[in-house]
């Protein structure tokens, strides 16, 4: 656990330019504290033990500001920059080097239960300040979602979506044609 938030913690030294120590990171960053008590949460929930996994994602939420369902899964190097009102529902999958600002919900759009209902999101991705990316939805790898947009909608690799609802604005072809080696008409 200790190397784990050493690296989390180096991760988001690297990524925020207002973090001037490793110490700050690791006693002041509301991100790291949150990702580290749903790390706890998570391993308590893939066991079944669901009211000890929520009773910490609630200590968590209390604390941080940040609420994040025990169910979620998520990839190494997650930075949430500012954090307050973070919402990261229960069948919600983040990938890795996955940046989250502030205000960001990665929700449901029903009330199924056992079915996926949260979005998926890929590598490299970027959620700006108070995004609500809805839905069992996919964000491609590498894509970038602006502040405020709704997402309703997969994203493709790559892309970069504004508005509500959110719509392709850019497409970085080069890299996505270089890295993704699949067929553009399958994300357009």
Do not use: C
């Not at 925020?16 to 509301?30: R, T």
């Not at 983040?94 to 999101?121: Q, W």
């Amino acid at each position: 656990m200790f190397k784990m938030i050493i690296e989390e913690a180096k991760n988001i030294l690297k990524k925020d330019p207002a973090a001037k120590s490793l110490l700050e990171v690791i006693l002041l960053y509301p991100g790291l504290h949150a990702l580290i008590y749903h790390r706890i949460a998570h391993w308590f929930y893939v066991r079944k033990h669901f009211v000890i996994a929520r009773w910490i994602s609630q200590f968590a939420r209390h604390r941080t500001g940040i609420e994040i369902h025990p169910g979620a899964k998520i990839g190494k190097g997650l930075f949430i920059d500012h954090g307050m009102g973070v919402v990261i529902g229960e069948t919600a999958e983040i990938g890795n080097n996955v940046t989250i600002f502030h205000g960001v919900t990665l929700g449901g759009t029903g009330k199924e239960k056992d079915v996926k209902r949260h979005p998926t999101v890929g590598d490299n991705v970027v959620i700006g300040a108070g995004a609500k990316v809805l839905g069992p939805i996919k964000i491609g790898n590498n894509a970038k979602i602006g502040a405020n947009a709704v997402v309703l909608k997969d994203v493709p690799p790559y892309a970069t979506v504004v508005g509500i609802p959110a719509k392709v604005v850019k497409i970085d072809y080069e890299a996505f044609k270089d890295k993704e080696n699949i067929v553009y008409g399958l994300w357009l």
